[in-house]
């Protein structure tokens, strides 16, 4: 038997438990104040305009919905970064935030097969066998400090200091899972730098945004990789932000030095996809960019 995953299978024994008053803290799941997953306004009324306009359900292209593909790079990166005006971004949809990751993963692992990862300590529990599956070797860096409820800052920037060359430091972009405890502000620019002297991998995994400061205040870190680095993968998840958990949706933006490096990424993320799931579902994503493209479903959102 595989070992039981430790939060969906959380959820296998919450679901089995006949207790009345039984509450589940495993899977991670946002509820109204009656214990319910909420449907968003503005999500049910571009369900329902898309219902009603009788689309049809045709195989989406590799790298997703075009419409879904620029609004998540624009909601990341934001509309003016140079980045993105330089050609220099990458975006594909993806099967959900664990999707992203996935892909994202399977590319640097082809690229740098010697690579090593390294997250922090503690970590969302998905992430280690994610990546031990896709082939790499998965250490920790220093992270958190449960007796001050702290980052051990000092020391994650000291370790990653001395570790392997083109290493891939995983990084949560905002809301840590599973601490909420975050790199900050200037924080951020000993991190980016170490980064750069080492010539790090730095993969963001940016689940929450919305949930921290704010919308933009939250892909900060994001925007900030993209200008001072030349290399960046972020895997976007949008499960939480629109509560659409079910329809797996999510991204993966990939910086590079130039526009003409972002066309080769893409054409192998794209090998990736196909060798992998094909295409991915389009329901949630025509959600997610009617809502984008929409100033009243935006301002609901």
């Known amino acids: 038997m595989a070992p039981r995953d430790a939060i969906l299978g959380l959820t296998e024994t919450y679901v089995a438990d006949p207790n009345p008053k039984k509450v589940n803290l495993g899977v991670g799941l946002y509820y109204d104040d009656q214990g319910k997953v909420p449907l968003l306004e503005c999500v049910r009324r571009a369900d329902e305009a898309l219902t009603a306009a009788g689309i049809a359900r045709p195989y989406l292209a590799m790298d997703g919905f075009p419409e879904f593909v620029r609004a ?96 891939v430091a995983l990084l949560h972009a905002c809301c840590h899972n599973p601490t909420g405890v975050d790199i900050r502000g200037e924080q ?35 925007r900030r990789f993209a200008r001072e680095l030349p290399l960046v993968l972020v895997a976007m998840s949008f499960s939480k932000s629109f509560s659409l958990y079910g329809e797996r949706v999510g991204s993966l933006s990939v910086v590079t030095a130039d526009s003409g ?41």
């Open 72 to 167: 998540a790079q624009t909601l990341l990166f934001g509309a003016d970064h140079p980045a993105v005006s330089q050609g220099r971004v990458t975006t594909v949809q993806a099967v959900g935030g664990t999707g992203g990751l996935k892909v994202g993963a399977d590319f640097i692992r082809r690229f740098a097969p010697e690579a090593v990862l390294y997250m922090s300590d503690p970590s969302y529990d998905n992430h280690r066998p994610l990546f031990e599956e896709a082939g790499f070797r998965v250490e920790t860096y220093p992270y958190y400090d449960p007796r001050t409820r702290g980052i051990r800052f000092a020391e994650m920037i000291e370790f990653l200091r001395d570790i392997p060359k083109s290493s």
């Open 188 to 222: 951020w620019k000993d991190v980016i730098k170490v980064i750069a002297e080492r010539r790090l991998i730095p993969f963001l995994d940016f689940a929450y945004q919305g949930f921290g400061e704010g919308v933009d205040e939250d892909a900060e870190v994001a």
């Open 261 to 301: 490096e972002a066309a080769r990424v893409l054409s192998n993320l794209k090998r990736m996809i196909r060798t992998n799931y094909s295409n991915p579902p389009s329901h949630g994503a025509r959600i997610v960019a009617s809502v984008l493209a929409s100033p009243e479903l935006s301002a609901l959102w």
